[in-house]
């Protein structure tokens, strides 16, 4: 099993630009999230999903959009990026009502 | 505002010595977990506490959930250059949608030197 994995790696955008960040996870899991991560900020939630077709706001949610139309994929979009999106995102999944998460690689994202 | 407090946010110590990390919040959580993170992957979970008072051992880590669920300590003993990472605490709670959400502290980033 490849746990979860996360496309691409590393990226950098210019201001406006938009593009998509996937999230696959072969574990059979519900539940699927995305972090981003920034220095002596710890984890902040971006949005989460409870199940396929489902998606909810977390705790930083402006300017990200978030898809779910398969079960094993959670796809992350940002329409125009700004230089304060610039910074690490973690993709996450979990069973349902469980709180094991277990953490993609990361996307390492910067907006010039 | 942290809802999750974790101190120290550096630290460096000699292989050998004790330390102890702490995460404080002034909120209660259902469960409070702690991750272990290398450089350049994702955080990995080392474990969950629920019942307030728990103490729960890992070989040389020894964690603790406070009485009121509120805190949690985590101390190794004897370290190794191999528990050189960032130790995240997270706490979990149950949102409106019935989703458990958790919500993580800044870190503490541990050196540990040969």
């Known amino acids: 099993n490849a746990g979860v994995t996360q496309t691409p790696k590393f990226r950098v955008l210019k201001t406006g630009q938009s593009m998509t960040l996937l999230c696959a996870q072969d574990?059979?899991?519900?539940?699927m999230y995305w972090y981003r991560q920034d220095p002596g900020m710890g984890l902040r939630l971006i949005h989460y999903?409870?199940?396929?077709?489902?998606?909810a706001k977390g705790e930083v949610p402006d300017g990200y959009n978030v898809s779910r139309l398969k079960k094993q994929n959670f796809l992350l979009g940002l329409e125009s990026a700004a230089p304060s999106q610039t910074s690490v995102y973690f993709c996450?999944?979990?069973?349902?009502?469980?709180?094991?998460?277990?953490f993609g690689p990361g996307t390492r994202l910067t907006v010039l | 505002t942290q809802l999750l407090e974790q101190s120290p946010q550096f630290l460096s110590i000699q292989e050998g010595e004790n330390l102890t990390v702490y995460c404080n919040s002034s909120?209660?959580?259902?469960?409070l977990q702690w991750y272990r993170q290398e450089p350049g992957e994702g955080p990995v979970l080392l474990v969950t506490?629920?019942?307030?008072?728990e103490v729960k051992k890992l070989k040389r880590l020894t964690f603790q959930f406070g009485d009121a669920r509120k805190d949690s300590s985590l101390h190794i003993t004897a370290a190794q250059t191999g528990d050189t990472g960032l130790y995240l605490c997270?706490?979990?709670?149950?949102?409106?949608?019935?989703?458990?959400?958790?919500?993580f502290g800044s870190g503490t980033q541990l050196t540990v030197l040969p």
């Open positions: 996450a999944s979990s069973y349902f009502r469980e709180d094991t998460q277990y």
């Open positions: 574990m059979n899991h519900e539940y």
């Open positions: 999903s409870v199940g396929e077709g489902t998606t």
């Open positions: 909120s209660v959580f259902s469960s």
């Open positions: 506490v629920v019942t307030g008072g």
């Open positions: 997270a706490g979990a709670r149950i949102s409106s949608g019935s989703a458990r959400q958790l919500t």
